[in-house]
């Protein structure tokens, strides 16, 4: 389990890693859960590496919102990607399943914390667990629900939410991390 784990973390990492790219130029890009850069990979793209089950219409995006069928990660539940009206990725949702208490959410809150800046951490002792976090063009979101036998991570493209003044995500935003 543990081997698996690390396997998952390093494919996390690996779009992250490119050593002919200026560090500023890494520095600026969006993340890429499932190596699908957010904003940029094509539907297209998504279906041909990981087909695609149509799950419904995001009226938020203007496009849809598919099941992909392939992920060869035994950590991830569940993945599910959410595009545009052009069919370009905008955000990308993965369940891990909740093994052996909060431990799940607090190994991906250790990883996600060194590659991105955070916006907000909550860790009650006895209630929901929630992180988010931020980098280029996008919001990441890990949640934890004390009821929930998942853990979900959330990555979205910010120009499809909106983020309050003081950096918490907004009522709308929440809503939609709800209908998810």
Known sequence: MRSSLLLFLLLLALPFINASAPSSELKL???????????????????????????????????????????????????????????????????????QGDEEFYKLLWVLGRKYRPLRVE???????????????????????????????TYFQRSYLIIEPEGRLSKEFKELLREL
């Open 123 to 153: 860790l009650p002792a006895g209630g929901d667990k929630l992180a988010e976090f931020e980098k280029g063009d996008v919001v990441i979101v890990l949640k934890a629900p004390r009821l929930s036998p998942s853990v979900s991570l």
């Open 29 to 99: 890009s969006n993340p890429s859960p499932l190596g699908l850069e957010i904003g940029s990979t094509s539907f297209a793209e998504v279906r041909a590496r990981f087909g695609c089950k149509f799950t419904s219409f995001n009226e938020r995006t203007g496009g849809t919102v598919c099941l992909l069928e392939k992920i060869k990660l035994p950590e991830v539940r569940q993945a599910e990607a959410f595009f545009d009206k052009n069919d370009l990725l905008v955000g990308v949702k993965l369940l891990f399943p909740k093994l």
